[in-house]
């Protein structure tokens, strides 16, 4: 297999398979994926190309490690949607071709009105694209990367659309222009419905989050080289499936990281955090030979797990990238029921119900070793529930966090909005680094309301570390910050601490939610 560039400046991974006629008459065959693609464009694995020809071919390179994992990729997946997250994952950037941000502002010096947009371009290998720009059909002139347009001063909220066209591509910006666009001055708005929804992650087709009593279930569990989907791997995964209680089979695996072409699959934290060695995952088997495997052995039962969503929104990410599978079982998280049995407990972790039940493991944060202790706190459970469908109907209740008249500007949480049962109640939140998707007053906020208290360093009482998503992806690729490496410290230490991207952090409050 090799990298190819066409003179038009096409890039291939291509893996060459001889056709006598085909390359009798000059045509390249084979399988093939395109690299230069549009950043809003998809991926495709070609299984048969006869557009090449050899006489167009202007060179011919060895791929990187990486580039090799993605053509296997592809020809699993057949197609990907381009998004961040798997660019700089198999280290395709500079292959994209990025189309530029549009950023817009107004010049109004009360005699004219004009609306300004400039074009900001990414580094690429392309050359730059100036576009078309046009509205109403009007064409507007591009400048030293950017265009004006005159016209007379518009009414509150009016809308503009500028249709950009390049050459393969054409897109549509839209401005709506606003006397006042300060978060928060509508006093009406459901804050916390509100702002946590535009960062949520959608999971189209995900299981839901229920409480119950299954007669037949799996209980799962899984390992990862951290808590990001978008940013970490799964190391490890194991179910267990019962009947009344009983077992009936298990599953258990190790899965390699993709992507890793000098055999560091883990850090020192995660190998001492679990036991698992870059050695041991040197010959695991890939994710696209167990996630099948791991799925045709749940079935469709409804899976039990400890702080499962995690494990769940883990699992439907990496089958929707890997398989082009959507994930779709329902859940059960037994840690709500230990907050709610047990809520004079200080810390509800899966390590805290085996302490507090006096339950006997082996290993802890290895995931069949896990799914055993998760289940024996689950029997344990069972004993202290005198009625499964008051139980069940003592979370049917109001959410007063819905509550509107939100004070965006206030970091104190409303009493009358604080929930005992959410996950954030009670609990330290230190943030540090510039958040992507909402301001860190904002996530405060929700943070306060939902009965957790804000902290600007990591201390021995902090419970959760949120990095902005970008700081994330720099701790993994470029090592970690001072607050960072506190807080692995701490918990390594045992202290109940988590390191979370906000993405994560959203994740949590949304589950909580819709729950």
């Not at 390249?28 to 994926?33: H, N």
């Not at 198999?90 to 950023?103: D, N, R």
């Not at 002139?141 to 503009?160: L, S």
């Amino acid at each position: 297999m090799k990298r190819i560039t066409s003179k038009n400046n096409l890039i291939y991974l291509f893996n060459e398979i001889p056709h006598k006629e085909r390359n009798a008459v000059g045509i390249a065959s084979g399988q093939s994926v395109l690299l230069s693609i549009y950043e809003n464009d998809k991926f495709y694995f070609t299984e048969d190309i006869n557009l090449i020809r050899y006489e167009d071919i202007l060179l011919v390179e060895e791929p990187t490690p990486s580039e090799k994992i993605f053509f296997e990729f592809m020809a699993h997946k057949k197609e990907a949607k381009y998004t961040v997250s798997l660019i700089k994952k198999y280290g395709l950037s500079h292959y994209i071709h990025y189309l530029p941000k549009v950023k817009f502002s107004i010049l109004d010096d009360g005699t004219s009105f004009s609306i300004v947009g400039n074009l900001e371009y990414k580094d690429s290998i392309h050359n730059k694209e100036i576009p078309i720009v046009y509205i109403n059909n009007e064409i507007i002139d591009v400048v030293d990367d950017g265009f004006t347009y005159t016209c007379d001063k518009p009414a509150q909220n009016t809308k503009y659309t500028f249709q950009l066209d390049f050459d393969k591509q054409s897109i549509s910006k839209n401005f709506e222009y606003k006397l006042d666009d300060t978060l928060g001055s509508k006093s009406d708005t459901d804050y916390l419905q509100n702002i946590t929804t535009k960062a949520k992650t959608e999971r189209a087709g995900r299981g839901k989050s229920i409480i119950g009593f299954p007669d037949e279930y799996c209980v799962i569990d899984t390992e990862t080289t951290g808590l990001s989907s978008q940013y970490d791997n799964l190391i490890e995964v194991a179910a267990i499936k019962y009947k009344n209680g009983v077992e009936i089979d298990r599953f258990q695996s190790l899965v390699q990281p993709p992507g890793v072409d000098d055999g560091y699959y883990v850090d020192g934290f995660i190998t001492y955090l679990t036991g698992i060695t870059n050695d041991m995952l040197e010959n695991a088997p890939s994710i696209y030979e167990i996630l099948p495997k791991f799925f045709d052995f749940i079935g469709d039962n409804i899976l039990i797990g400890y702080n499962t969503s995690f494990d769940i929104n883990f699992l439907y990410d990496k089958a929707l990238e890997f398989l082009n599978f959507t994930f779709s079982n329902d859940f059960i998280d037994i840690m709500r029921y230990s907050r709610k049995l047990y809520p004079e407990l200080e810390h509800h972790r899966l390590v805290d119900m085996i302490e507090h039940f006096n339950i006997s493991t082996e290993f802890s944060h290895r995931a069949l070793a896990d799914a055993l202790s998760t289940h024996r706190c689950l029997l344990e459970m069972l004993k202290d529930i005198d009625n499964q469908d008051d139980f069940i109907n003592s979370f049917k209740r109001h959410r007063k966090h819905k509550q509107k008249g939100l004070n965006v500007a206030a970091i104190q949480g409303d009493p009358s909005k604080i929930d005992v049962y959410s996950p954030l109640y009670n609990k330290h939140c230190v943030f540090t680094g510039k958040l992507e998707k909402m301001l860190r007053k904002d996530a405060a906020q929700i943070v306060a309301d939902l009965g957790g208290i804000n902290e600007n360093n990591v201390t021995l009482k902090t419970n959760y570390l949120i990095l902005g998503n970008n700081d994330y992806c720099k701790t993994i690729k470029d090592g970690k910050s001072s607050k960072q490496k506190k807080a692995e410290e701490y918990k390594s230490k045992g202290q109940d601490i988590e390191i979370i991207p906000e993405n994560v952090f959203y994740d949590i409050v949304n589950e909580f939610i819709e729950e």
